[in-house]
């Protein structure tokens, strides 16, 4: 049985940085054409890839946010890190964090609420 | 970068109802397209791969066509548990976008 849960603040300050981790559990990034992502989605709008790592440490970044993401991986303990730099009230959304085979998404984590304020 | 556009917005139909909701892709994805359900505070369940092909568990109401850049998700006969938004997304190449979404809603 696959499950990804998120963990990271639920608020952050304008131009701090977010940490956010994913740990997953019944797969290993380590097996071949395994990925986990992040994919947020702010309140009422639609779904948006962030960042992607693969198996062999490929790593994939949404073009507009490449300069504030960075996506790491630690296999042996099941996590992926994504951290975003300056943060900004626009970033308020619902972060997830996704397992992916093949390109497509069949497995999710519940999601975690991240809301930019100071 | 690839663009998906999903059309209508907003989908307004009655329980039994056909629901017929489109994915227009900027540049062709071959069949490299996927759709998702999402409910209110859930995350979303993949529904169709590859254009076609139905995940694990989806009833056979839901079906998938098209390729190149239209795409088309089919819901035969409306239940009440489909009330839901629905995106499409490709994996032709990264980034990986997902459309707009389409509400379908009860009339």
């Known amino acids: 049985q696959i499950t990804l849960k998120e963990s990271g603040p639920t608020l952050v300050k304008p131009t701090q940085t977010l940490t956010l981790t994913c740990t997953f559990s019944?797969?290993?990034?380590?097996?071949?054409?395994?990925?986990v992502g992040w994919i947020r989605q702010p309140p009422g709008k639609a779904l948006e890839w962030l960042a992607l790592?693969?198996?062999?440490?490929?790593?994939r970044y949404s073009p507009s946010l490449k300069s504030r993401l960075t996506i790491t991986k630690d296999t042996s303990k099941n996590q992926v890190v994504l951290t975003m730099t300056n943060m900004d009230p626009v970033d308020t959304a619902t972060y997830y964090c996704?397992?992916?085979?093949?390109?497509?998404?069949?497995?999710w984590g519940q999601g975690t609420l991240v809301t930019v304020s100071s | 970068e690839i663009v998906l556009t999903q059309s209508p917005a907003t989908l307004s139909l009655s329980p039994g109802e056909r629901a017929t909701l489109s994915c227009r892709a900027s540049?062709?994805?071959?069949?490299?397209l996927a759709w998702y359900q999402q409910k209110p505070g859930q995350a979303p369940r993949l529904l169709i791969y590859?254009?076609?092909n139905r995940a694990t568990g989806i009833p056979a109401r839901f079906s998938g066509s098209g390729s190149g850049t239209d795409f088309t998700l089919t819901i035969s006969s409306l239940e009440p548990e489909d009330f839901a938004v629905y995106y499409c997304?490709?994996?032709?190449?990264?980034?990986?976008?997902f459309g707009g979404g389409t509400k379908v809603e009860i009339k």
């Open positions: 996704a397992h992916t085979g093949g390109g497509y998404i069949s497995y």
């Open positions: 019944g797969f290993s990034l380590s097996t071949s054409g395994v990925g």
């Open positions: 790592i693969y198996w062999d440490d490929d790593k």
């Open positions: 540049q062709s994805v071959s069949s490299y």
């Open positions: 590859d254009a076609s």
């Open positions: 997304q490709q994996r032709s190449n990264w980034p990986s976008p």
